[in-house]
């Protein structure tokens, strides 16, 4: 299994050389060269098993001979022995044909924990046989953040830098982060947005010669290990159902859609993948009216979305154009200038094969919490209603499953909850010590030279 760049500049490497490195040199993003493909039958016999299992068959076949099957299985097993809930992503019915995919049972209470548990220890495995150092560079809008840390804090060779948009991240978000104790970690709060944020951290993947020096790689969801392990609970879910579901996805910076796209490639049928933005509607505007056009990201209830520029939507784009590395480097050329692409009439055609979109406020987003609670007793956070929003809205189809990604744990977000339903939500014993701790973070503003400056001091020998 080899993995290409959407940009076309950058040679092919192998899953752990791809690992390592995150973002491809030519700017790009990583994808399988040529996608896997799991027959009918053997999608069926995903139906009941544990989802480990499942796990180690998907990610066994994106996975190739970088890493044995017996590593793999020891760091699947390692990496969920945490979860609150042995199922890992279970599925919860709410209503007819209507169902919650709870993601949320992880260290950090979100969904990011269900790829970045595994990243992180095959991260560290690649590393250890490479041989030297690493320097882990993420933005986070929320939750990439704290599970990057829950995954990589403590580990040899490896120094953690975490950017996240100061003010922009629930406390109790920004509280995961920062009162961390281990020593490799390092919290960085940009004067900015999210965007600004991103922007940084592929700016200094851009600077080649820094990159090489420090061993620069990332763990947001521009790796690629990030979306394989993600594509796993999709198969789980969709294995449930004797009908193709239509998933809805809560969206900022379309990894997690666009790894239900992977687990369709890998021979998945899905009915719809139904994009779900807040207010910050980029993807909700590109997929509707075939224009991705950036704006200025504006805080919302659902932080975790507030996203402007969707890194992920490159790899859909890529797919969708045929594999064009020609048109993605002219495209995302233009973008970088002019935060705007008018998407070909053949192109929009393929994402919408795919893809359906919706959007909603925060007066939609607390008018759902209010109802879920009032309807079930349950409460929600503020991300999962926005997607529930879009399921309540959703008109493509009937009688079919349509299962709602559910991706963070409400306790993440007690005002917004409290706001819409008057009930906090209960912390549970994890986030109660992040609460507690002392927090340890570096304010600066959103400028590449003063982050790379920080870096460098850091890895600098005392």
């Known amino acids: 299994?080899?993995?290409?760049?959407?940009?076309?500049?950058?040679?092919?490497?192998?899953?752990?050389?791809?690992?390592?490195?995150?973002?491809?040199?030519?700017?790009?993003?990583?994808?399988?060269?040529?996608?896997?493909?799991?027959?009918?039958?053997?999608?069926?016999?995903?139906?009941?098993?544990?989802?480990?299992?499942?796990?180690?068959?998907?990610?066994?076949?994106?996975?190739?001979?970088?890493?044995?099957?017996?590593?793999?299985?020891?760091?699947?097993?390692?990496?969920?022995?945490?979860?609150?809930?042995?199922r890992i992503a279970p599925l919860s019915e709410i209503g007819t044909d209507l169902y919650l995919l709870e993601l949320f049972h992880g260290p950090t209470l979100a969904f990011k924990d269900v790829a970045l548990q595994i990243l992180g220890r095959l991260f560290a495995r690649a590393l250890k046989r490479k041989g030297g150092r690493a320097t882990v560079l993420a933005a986070t809008s929320g939750d990439t953040g704290s599970a990057a840390i829950?995954?990589?804090?403590?580990?040899?060779?490896?120094?953690?830098f975490v950017l996240h948009p100061q003010g922009r991240v629930s406390e109790v978000q920004r509280r995961q982060m920062t009162t961390t104790a281990f020593t490799n970690v390092h919290n960085i709060a940009i004067e900015g947005s999210f965007d600004d944020a991103q922007a940084i951290v592929k700016d200094l993947f851009a600077e080649t010669a820094f990159a090489k020096a420090v061993n620069l790689t990332a763990v947001n969801s521009i790796n690629f290990a990030r979306i394989a392990a993600q594509a796993v609970y999709y198969f789980t879910a969709a294995s449930a159902f004797d009908v193709p579901p239509v998933f809805v996805v809560p969206t900022g910076n379309f990894g997690d859609v666009f790894a239900g796209e992977a687990a369709m490639r890998m021979g998945l049928p899905v009915d719809t993948l139904l994009v779900a933005t807040n207010s910050n509607d980029i993807m909700?505007?590109?997929?509707?009216?075939?224009?991705?056009?950036?704006?200025?990201?504006?805080?919302?209830?659902?932080?975790?979305?507030?996203?402007?520029?969707a890194?992920?939507?490159?790899?859909?784009?890529?797919?969708?154009?045929?594999?064009?590395?020609?048109?993605?480097?002219?495209?995302?050329?233009?973008?970088?200038?002019?935060?705007?692409?008018?998407?070909?009439?053949?192109?929009?055609?393929?994402?919408?094969?795919?893809?359906?979109?919706?959007?909603?406020?925060?007066?939609e987003t607390l008018a759902t919490i209010a109802r879920f609670y009032q309807q079930t007793g349950r409460l929600i956070d503020p991300h999962t209603a926005v997607a529930l929003?879009?399921?309540?809205?959703?008109?493509?189809?009937?009688?079919?499953?349509?299962?709602?990604?559910?991706?963070?744990?409400?306790?993440?977000?007690?005002a917004a909850v409290e706001e819409a339903s008057g009930q906090i939500p209960e912390l549970p014993p994890r986030l109660k010590e992040a609460l507690e701790g002392e927090e340890k973070c570096h304010l600066m503003a959103a400028e590449k030279a003063l982050v790379r400056g920080f870096i460098e001091a850091k890895l600098r020998p005392s």
């Open 389 to 414: 929003t879009a399921a309540y809205n959703f008109k493509g189809c009937e009688k079919v499953p349509v299962v709602v990604l559910s991706t963070a744990h409400p306790a993440k977000f007690p």
């Open 1 to 86: 299994m080899r993995y290409l760049s959407t940009r076309g500049h950058s040679p092919l490497i192998s899953f752990a050389d791809m690992l390592l490195a995150g973002l491809a040199p030519d700017g790009g993003l990583y994808l399988p060269e040529v996608w896997p493909r799991f027959s009918p039958l053997e999608i069926a016999n995903f139906k009941g098993r544990p989802y480990a299992e499942v796990a180690e068959i998907v990610l066994g076949e994106l996975i190739g001979d970088s890493f044995s099957r017996e590593e793999l299985k020891a760091d699947i097993t390692a990496a969920y022995a945490g979860f609150s809930d042995p």
């Open 150 to 160: 829950a995954a990589l804090g403590g580990l040899e060779n490896i120094e953690v």
């Open 311 to 363: 890194s992920n939507f490159e790899r859909a784009l890529f797919e969708a154009c045929g594999r064009d590395a020609k048109f993605i480097r002219r495209e995302m050329g233009l973008f970088a200038t002019t935060k705007r692409i008018v998407l070909p009439p053949d192109v929009r055609k393929a994402l919408s094969e795919r893809y359906a979109a919706a959007r909603c406020d925060d007066g």
């Open 284 to 309: 909700a505007r590109a997929l509707n009216d075939g224009v991705y056009e950036a704006g200025k990201a504006e805080p919302t209830l659902s932080p975790s979305m507030d996203i402007q520029v």
